[in-house]
């Protein structure tokens, strides 16, 4: 019995133990943005409550967007966009999983280049992707800064002819997040 209880104790350690060794930082608060420059139209939106989860030890960093937070001028554009380009009721969300390429010293201050590599997911397909950008550490905290091209065919987003000259084949994506130290 006594065994029992030194192991099941051990265990508790050890399992504290893994948990407080890892550093992680976290956000709800990242911008992500999106920029459409067409023949006849020019489109932009910007969505402030992105999450995003990153562990220092592993460099592992998963990234979840909420399509309806996406802001336009434009409300008809909002509605557009969610109703019948990305179909946000059937595909809530953006997901981006995958680790950071370099070993970044997240502990010292300083700026380093970045590029994450792994999957992302949007309008329910997913695709390998790598993303340049750059990481600014400062104490208890990282900014996150990246801009990269997505093709909106690679994610089956369907543009009807009627308004092929209004957005863009390729769209601007763009954002820097905070996160913190936990």
Not at 62 to 77: D, G, P
Request: with cysteine.
């Amino acid at each position: 019995m006594k065994l029992i209880k030194f192991k099941l104790v051990l265990l508790l350690c050890f399992s504290s133990v893994m948990a407080a060794a890892q550093t992680l930082y976290s956000t709800t608060k990242g911008e992500v943005s999106f920029y459409s420059d067409a023949p006849l139209e020019t489109i932009e939106a910007i969505n402030k409550s992105s999450a995003a989860i990153y562990n220092a030890d592993n460099q592992e960093l998963a990234v979840q967007i909420r399509i309806t937070e996406f802001e336009f001028q434009n409300k008809l554009m909002q509605e557009h966009f969610n109703e019948n380009y990305l179909e946000s009721e059937k595909y809530p969300t953006a997901v981006f999983k995958g680790r950071i390429k370099e070993k970044i010293a997240a502990g010292n201050s300083g700026n380093y280049p970045a590029t994450a590599e792994g999957s992302m997911t949007i309008h329910g397909v997913t695709k390998a992707v790598t993303i340049p950008g750059t990481i600014q550490s400062s104490g208890g905290q990282l900014k996150f800064d990246f801009k990269f091209p997505v093709k909106l065919e690679d994610y089956k987003v369907e543009i009807p002819t009627i308004v092929f000259k209004k957005i863009a084949e390729v769209v601007e994506v763009s954002g820097s997040m905070t996160l913190v130290k936990k």
